[in-house]
């Protein structure tokens, strides 16, 4: 090797070294969420807030066991939320079922442990179907005979059969309902943002100018950061004690809260991995801070999907629900609206649903102002977990005040019981 390979050598050395330690830092950061929805929006992902964590969050549960399955819904936006997303990743985890012939799909999807696979605009197809079914056997694992060659390096012997399970983390977008009616409990389902308010935001945010993605130098400084959320031995194999105290407070009364809390273990056990790295501890372990920023992200839609309602929907039923505690009385839909800063029309579509789902009532109001408006059923149930606070007040070894740092703002919050 000649001396000027040997000093280009030595300066690629240094400089992987570089990101390296620049990696570890990225994550060793508490805002590391934080920093992810900003790294997602500056890619170009307009609002999405909780969205875009979910589907990074997905990711990282590649390495861990049942990885999580999204399907994300929309007549427009599903690719633009997606694709920043994964550039977050190290490519060689990517798999697009676009890029793979039909032969391929019928051996490759059997050896996608630890990848990312992205079925972009499901369609009612024949090929699509195929795709669909061997992801769904059983929820989402897959089981294949592979005939092992002399060049495979991990084998029983040569010629062996084996069987193996692996399993992806699926990424599925759709614009239709139709075709996934039978199959939609095996996914956690997502909706773009397509309130009015979210299209003015990405119609101004377009006229500002264009990010040209190829030029991005920090993407390879984050697909570093994120090849080292792994997990090792011992990692997660005992959860903390107040761990069953959330478990006993869920909806239980509804079979499907079974599949949603395994979802949202997995899904804390994700956020616990992205604070890991900076950790002391030699085993990880899910922490009542990684609650709180899980319940931050996931609580609402975990329950809107328990009881099948929208997160808009959901969201409008809860804020019925203050306004008759802060007023005394049942409130109007203009109320609500204004509450919310959207529009009545929209609110009274969103009404007609809650109240469809037997969430609100309309009811006459009291003392001078008789006027009907909608009361929140005191008996129905609009949540699927219980508040960070409930738990540090049924647990005194958790200390009287805990801190986390909130994914969407990156401040600390304090939690006082």
Known sequence: MTEEKVVKAEKKRETESDIARKA??????????????????????????????????????????????????????????VNPVIWLFDGRHVVDILDLSEQEIRWRLGRLSEHILLIDDYRDSAKDKQILMKLLQPQGAMYKAFQWGKDDDERDGPGDKIYIRQWPVVLFTTRGDAALKNEESRFLSLHTDETP????????????????????????????????????????????????????????????????????????????????????????AITFPDYCVAYRIFEPIFASELHGVRLEELRVARTIAKL???????????????????????????????????????????????????VAREDARRRFLPSPKSVLNNHPALGRKVSYVDPFSGEVKWIEA
Do not use: M
Not at 35 to 41: L, P
Not at 52 to 76: D, E, K, Q, Y
Not at 337 to 364: M, P, T, W
């Open 24 to 81: 570890r830092r990225l994550l060793a950061d508490p805002a590391f969420l934080f920093k992810v929805g900003q790294k997602i929006e500056e890619l170009g992902v307009v609002g999405e807030e909780r969205n875009r964590l979910i589907l990074f969050l997905a990711c990282v549960t590649r390495v861990l066991p049942n990885p999580a399955a999204i399907i994300i819904r929309g007549s427009s936006g599903k690719s633009s939320l």
């Open 197 to 284: 308010a979210q299209s003015l935001a990405i119609v101004k945010a377009r006229a500002l100018g264009l990010k040209l993605v190829a030029y991005d130098k920090d993407l390879e400084l984050w697909e570093q950061a994120t090849n080292l959320l792994v997990v090792k031995r011992g990692d997660f194999e005992n959860h903390p004690g107040w761990l069953s105290f959330v478990a006993e407070q869920l909806p239980v009364e509804q079979v499907g809260v079974r599949r949603s809390w395994a979802r949202f273990v997995i899904f804390c056990c994700a956020i616990a991995l992205c604070r890991g790295v900076g950790a002391a501890a030699e085993n990880l």
């Open 324 to 374: 008759n505690t802060r007023e005394g009385r049942p409130v109007t839909v203009r109320e609500i609206a204004a509450e919310l800063h959207c529009n009545d029309r929209l609110i009274s579509d969103y009404v007609k649903s809650v109240q469809k789902n037997g969430f609100v009532v309309y009811e006459s109001g009291t003392g001078k102002k008789k006027e009907e408006g909608l």
